[in-house]
């Protein structure tokens, strides 16, 4: 079973839509929780981290339900640039290492 | 600020050449990272380092060998490649390991054996 895993789309959303995208993680350790973008063939970038109590950057939304062990990004009102890869990321306790989803793809269209 | 730089940007090998790539980071960073990624694979942690001077494996380590002689410099080396290790490799940096420290990447390096 993967450490992370995510609905891979692709997402195609028309300008100004909402689009939410879950993650589901395996280890109950998980420590902390991040969502990376990745543009096409560029370097993955730090999106937002996610706390407990979830929180907001902008237009970007994260939560985090340990119960259930899934990570979720809601983006509103997207734009044409929000066109991308969206990498899920779990660390664990006394790893040193990110564990990556694939990715989910979203493309926003005109 | 130049953050985290790989060199070479694409390569071209043949089936049992060897070569090394190299990442620089100019943030005074402890972590360093070698990481690969394949389609529908997602990046996948090949060695890390703490410190200066130590490596330690990560998932896919097998066929590369890394060193950390200097604490800006991350060496993976290919000693002899093939064609399985076609992929994009990105090597990563953080501050240290608290677990919430976010990682910051080069912008890959593509490598191709034939």
């Known amino acids: 079973r993967k450490e992370v895993e995510q609905d891979p789309g692709p997402f195609n959303v028309p300008e100004g839509a909402t689009v939410a995208f879950n993650c589901t993680y395996s280890n109950s350790a998980s420590q902390s929780f991040f969502w990376y973008r990745q543009d096409c063939r560029k370097e993955p970038k730090l999106l937002m981290s996610?706390?407990?109590s979830g929180n907001e950057d902008g237009r970007f939304t994260a939560q985090l339900n340990r119960a259930s062990q899934y990570i979720s990004l809601l983006i509103r009102d997207s734009k044409l640039s929000d066109s991308a890869t969206y990498l899920c990321?779990?660390?664990?306790?006394?790893?040193?290492?990110?564990?990556f989803g694939t990715g989910t793809r979203l493309t926003v269209i005109p | 600020n130049a953050g985290v730089t790989q060199t070479p940007k694409f390569r071209v090998l043949k089936t049992g050449q060897s070569m090394t790539l190299l990442c620089a980071q100019d943030?005074?960073?402890?972590?360093m990272y070698w990481y690969r990624q394949d389609p529908g694979m997602g990046l996948r942690l090949i060695h890390y380092?703490?410190?200066?001077?130590?490596?330690a494996k990560g998932e896919v380590p097998d066929g590369y060998n890394v060193s950390r002689l200097k604490k800006q410099n991350f060496l993976l080396g290919l000693e002899s490649a093939a064609p399985s290790q076609t992929s994009v490799y990105f090597c990563?940096?953080?501050?240290?390991?608290?677990?919430?420290?976010?990682?910051?990447f080069g912008d890959g390096t593509r490598l191709s054996i034939l």
């Open positions: 996610v706390y407990s």
């Open positions: 990563a940096s953080s501050p240290d390991r608290r677990p919430n420290q976010p990682q910051h």
């Open positions: 380092s703490v410190g200066e001077g130590t490596t």
């Open positions: 943030m005074n960073h402890e972590y």
């Open positions: 990321v779990v660390t664990q306790t006394g790893a040193n290492n990110l564990f």
